[in-house]
């Protein structure tokens, strides 16, 4: 997948704090971070829709616990997250932000 590949290649460079910020899910993040505590599993989903031709912003929700753990993976062992809201669009939207930190040696 792209986005994670894209990922993979910034944090190869970044020798100490890397910030990801992304869009909340959005009315289907409640359901995503139900599911994934039920099941112990990081989501991804796709999102363009053929016949509704929408969104047209984005290709994918993705939850922060799978960026967390790709950060983990990736070598960033110190993850802080947070909740905030933006305007976007013109209305409030909830975003998250990822702090990750690699251990100082």
């Known amino acids: 997948m792209l986005l994670l590949f894209a ?3 910034v944090t190869a460079h970044v020798k100490d704090t890397v910030i990801v910020t992304d869009l909340y899910p959005r009315i289907r993040g409640q ?3 139900l599911v ?3 099941t112990a ?3 991804i989903r796709f999102l363009p829709n053929a016949k509704r031709q929408k969104p ?3 290709w994918w929700a993705v939850s922060p616990r799978l960026i967390a753990e790709y950060l983990q993976i990736l070598g960033f ?3 802080e997250t947070t909740f905030h809201k933006q305007i976007y669009h013109g209305k409030e939207t909830k975003l998250y932000t990822i702090v990750g930190q690699r251990e100082k040696f």
């Open 7 to 9: 990922l993979q290649q």
């Open 31 to 33: 359901l995503l971070s």
């Open 36 to 38: 994934e505590l039920l």
């Open 41 to 43: 599993s990081r989501l």
């Open 56 to 58: 047209v912003d984005a």
């Open 77 to 79: 062992s110190r993850l």
